[in-house]
């Protein structure tokens, strides 16, 4: 890498910082030494800028386990900005690594974390910038692995094309028997597709190669058809059963730049066993796995000693839900108070009873608090199992203005099934509440006016929810209902009212139920100029339109169209471990306006045959 070129470069960009390296905590490893010249080279690269890649708490640890390796050095990438890619074209650089600045192209593997559909694109921006082929079919034996993991490989279709392998599960559970197989064929040599055979025999690991997809007449999903006798018939998710003995973060590499989550991130639990039946995490996260709280303890030392942040956040799909919550909360604020360390809870369950904690909280510094009712009437919230009542919400609220909050987020969701226009006007008749709330205190207690964010996003069936079977609704009618709420909403004090934004959901929908096909509708959008298509304002409509046109296919035969309990799914093939006929019977509930209880309350047999093996000792298992 010329050195000079790309520092003239970087005088020329937004933020350059984001393409320095050279932070604090950096893993560096002496390439010159004997044993240099045979570490594995593997580039983690987040298919995002900078400031999001690094608020990843997924990436942080594998770049910890990779490099804890005596054999393997991990080295980061992000995407870069329109200007740093226009920047990169112009002068003929590749895109490269923070840490040695080595172009992503002379690496042994490169491997990405697929968080979420709209990011796809920036994949193949990657990929050109490091002048490897979008096809794995195209690339030559000595091109780089190009490898995924993360939540989007629960449907890895939509990119099976582009990928030589996908891990499914969690990472830490993986990744050290994936580099074992690695770097011993590296160390004895062979084809790659002897590599590939190999890396098929690991739990969790999936080579789209070795499969074909077929589809009916009306140009739906038919089935997967195994190319190799020996492929596996199904790709089994792999699971850390101890979070206590899992490998975590190390030291965190600090940024020079602000990043979206600037601060300690300590995951306390991994799982949810409340069971909305929109949310995937909640579904393919399960069982929940929770630290000791010397653990987490540990842990905070570590990251607060060699950082040097003051805020810490207690990470996980629901924190309120942690066995040891009220113990730990005012323990680690006890713990740091002469640093003034504070703490935040970024996840609350509106029926999670934390005053105690939220008084203790706000005497060090009032972070964010966010609560997520996701529907405005008890009709839908029971449809979606949320398990919560307009009760729990005010009083959660009302605990919130005593401890001396004013500022409070409302998540919501439009577009759930059965929903009806008066399921959206009681998000609005909800936010009045909370209103009347905060301004019925004394305003001597209330403090500065009320700040009340309404939140409302547009419901994407994901894979291995009951509601995978579910149409998004249309564009259209996304638009009229968030108009209905904008109205509704108007007058009421102290409330704000934000969407998002119905294309790039609706896209969100096609590649989350998407197929094979979908790899050259991707690779097209890209060729049409499609880039950081999750940045609204970047969002290119036209070149996604043509993408499809071109290939055939439409957005709507994906997000909008009810598919058959039991038709045949493009993911089938992959084993969540929550079985298919538990979301079958969890989707009828739905339509039944029936509850199912938290997982911890006994157990659901969510996991079929599997459940007393996998939920012994953690929940009274139902036979």
């Given at each position: 890498m010329d050195r000079t070129l790309l520092n003239s470069i970087l005088k020329k960009v937004e933020k350059p910082s984001r393409y320095t390296g050279g932070e604090l905590n950096m893993r560096v490893k002496d390439l010159s030494a004997p044993d240099g010249g045979k570490l594995c080279r593997f580039a983690l690269c987040f298919p995002d800028v900078y400031e999001i890649g690094m608020s990843h708490l997924g990436s942080r640890i594998i770049y910890n386990v990779l490099n804890e390796r005596d054999d393997t050095y991990c080295e980061r990438a992000y995407a870069p900005w329109f200007d740093m890619e226009d920047e990169l074209r112009k002068n003929g650089l590749p895109i490269y690594?923070?840490?040695?600045?080595?172009?992503?192209?002379?690496?042994?593997?490169?491997?990405?974390?697929?968080?979420?559909?709209?990011?796809?694109?920036?994949?193949?921006?990657?990929?050109?910038?490091?002048?490897?082929?979008?096809?794995?079919?195209?690339?030559?034996?000595?091109?780089?692995?190009?490898?995924a993991g993360g939540p989007c490989v629960c449907n890895p279709?939509?990119?099976?094309?582009?990928?030589?392998?996908?891990?499914?599960?969690?990472?830490?559970?993986?990744?050290?028997?994936?580099?074992?197989?690695?770097?011993?064929?590296?160390?004895?040599?062979?084809k790659k597709a002897e590599l590939l055979k190999r890396?098929?025999?690991?739990?969790?690991?999936?080579?789209?190669?070795?499969?074909?997809?077929?589809?009916?007449?009306?140009?739906?999903?038919?089935?997967?058809?195994?190319?190799?006798?020996?492929?596996?018939?199904?790709?089994?998710?792999?699971?850390?059963?101890?979070?206590?003995?899992?490998?975590?973060?190390?030291?965190?590499?600090?940024?020079?730049?602000?990043?979206?989550?600037?601060?300690?991130?300590?995951?306390?639990?991994?799982?949810?066993?409340?069971?909305?039946?929109?949310?995937?995490?909640?579904?393919?996260?399960?069982?929940?796995?929770?630290?000791?709280?010397?653990?987490?303890?540990?842990?905070?030392?570590?990251?607060?000693?060699?950082?040097?942040y003051d805020e810490i956040s207690l990470f996980s799909l629901s924190s309120g839900d942690y066995s040891h919550i009220h113990e730990l909360v005012p323990l680690i604020l006890?713990?740091?108070?002469?640093?003034?360390?504070?703490?935040?809870?970024?996840?609350?369950?509106?029926?999670?009873?934390?005053?105690?904690?939220?008084?203790?909280?706000?005497k060090v510094r009032k972070t964010g608090l966010t609560f997520a009712p996701e529907a405005g009437t008890q009709r839908l919230r029971d449809v979606i199992n949320k398990g919560?009542?307009?009760?729990?919400?005010?009083r959660s609220v009302h605990d919130a203005f005593v401890a001396g909050w004013h500022g409070v987020k409302l998540y919501f969701m439009i577009g759930l099934p059965t929903e009806t226009d008066e399921d959206v006007l009681g998000i609005a008749e909800l936010a009045r509440k909370v209103s009347r709330e905060f301004y019925s205190m004394?305003?001597?207690?209330?403090?500065?006016?009320?700040?009340?964010?309404?939140?409302?996003?547009?419901?994407?069936?994901?894979?291995?929810?009951?509601?995978?079977?579910?149409?998004?609704?249309e564009v259209s009618e996304v638009l009229r209902r968030q108009a209905l709420l904008r109205q509704a909403l108007k007058g009421i004090r102290g409330v704000e009212f934000s969407c998002h934004f119905s294309e790039t959901s609706r896209l969100e929908a096609a590649f989350a139920r998407g197929d094979r096909r979908l790899s050259e509708v991707l690779i097209s959008a890209y060729e049409h100029g499609a880039r950081l298509?999750?940045?609204?304002?970047?969002?290119?409509?036209?070149?996604?339109?043509?993408?499809?046109?071109?290939?055939?296919?439409?957005?709507?035969?994906?997000?909008n169209r009810r598919i058959g309990t039991d038709e045949p799914l493009a993911w089938q093939h992959m084993d969540a471990i929550v079985c298919m006929d538990y979301l079958k019977r969890e989707h009828e509930k739905a339509y039944d306006e029936v509850t199912t209880r938290d997982c911890r309350k006994g157990c659901n047999g969510c996991f079929g045959r599997r459940s007393a093996v996998i939920c012994r000792g953690r929940t009274e298992v139902s036979e």
């Open positions: 690594s923070l840490e040695t600045g080595t172009p992503l192209g002379e690496f042994d593997v490169i491997g990405f974390s697929l968080l979420y559909e709209m990011c796809y694109t920036n994949i193949l921006t990657v990929l050109d910038l490091a002048g490897v082929p979008f096809r794995s079919r195209d690339r030559r034996e000595e091109a780089p692995l190009i490898i279709e939509p990119v099976a094309d582009i990928m030589d392998a996908l891990v499914f599960g969690d990472g830490e559970e993986v990744m050290n028997e994936f580099m074992d197989v690695y770097t011993d064929w590296k160390r004895t040599g062979g890396l098929s025999r690991i739990k969790g690991v999936y080579v789209p190669g070795y499969y074909s997809a077929e589809y009916d007449d009306n140009g739906n999903f038919g089935r997967l058809v195994k190319l190799d006798p020996d492929a596996p018939d199904s790709i089994e998710r792999r699971i850390v059963e101890d979070l206590d003995a899992a490998q975590y973060t190390g030291k965190l590499v600090v940024p020079y730049m602000s990043i979206v989550h600037d601060r300690v991130a300590l995951e306390i639990f991994r799982g949810c066993t409340r069971g909305c039946r929109f949310c995937q995490a909640g579904f393919i996260y399960r069982p929940v796995r929770e630290r000791e709280m010397s653990t987490v303890i540990k842990q905070t030392d570590e990251s607060l000693d060699c950082t040097g006890d713990r740091y108070e002469k640093d003034r360390v504070s703490v935040s809870l970024p996840s609350l369950r509106i029926d999670s009873f934390l005053k105690d904690d939220l008084e203790k909280i706000q919560v009542t307009e009760e729990d919400l005010l004394p305003k001597e207690l209330r403090g500065k006016g009320l700040r009340c964010t309404v939140s409302a996003s547009t419901f994407v069936p994901k894979p291995f929810t009951p509601f995978q079977w579910e149409p998004q609704i298509d999750s940045w609204d304002e970047h969002f290119n409509k036209p070149a996604w339109e043509a993408a499809f046109a071109e290939n055939g296919l439409t957005v709507e035969q994906y997000a």
